[in-house]
Nanobody, 114 residues
Framework: QVQLMESGGGLAQPGGSLRISCAAS????????LAWYRQAPGKELEVVAL???????WYSDSVKGRFIIARDPTKKTMYMQMKYLKPEDSAVYYC????????WGQGTQVTVSS
């Protein structure tokens, strides 16, 4: 399985920005679809964005227009730029293939609070 490691989370104020990263163990260009998932306390895991090997993207309605997903094959890394953050964006964010493989990373905590 592909090893994936998330980083870059933290605390942001409402309306602020954060960028999170996902480092992969192999060239992500060849992997296929990669996605960002998030899970807030007491809520189910949800897909918020995905990117295909041809660069095509999809966003959930909850983040569309505020988050941008990107991938850099040369660095084996996927990113998500998050802008205009809302308190409801607070969650642990994970990266994984889509459909997800059984192995998950530790995730990165994003907290949006004033």
């Amino acid at each position: 399985q592909v090893q994936l490691m998330e980083s870059g989370g933290g605390l942001a104020q409402p309306g602020g920005s954060l960028r999170i990263s996902c480092a992969a163990s192999e060239t992500i260009f060849n992997i296929g679809r990669l996605a960002w998932y998030r899970q807030a306390p007491g809520k189910e895991l949800e897909v918020v964005a995905l990117i295909q090997s041809d660069g095509g993207t999809w966003y959930s309605d909850s983040v569309k227009g505020r988050f941008i997903i990107a991938r850099d094959p040369t660095k084996k890394t996927m990113y998500m730029q998050m802008k205009y953050l809302k308190p409801e964006d607070s969650a642990v964010y994970y990266c994984n293939l889509e459909p997800a493989q059984s192995s998950w990373g530790q995730g990165t905590q994003v907290t949006v609070s004033s």
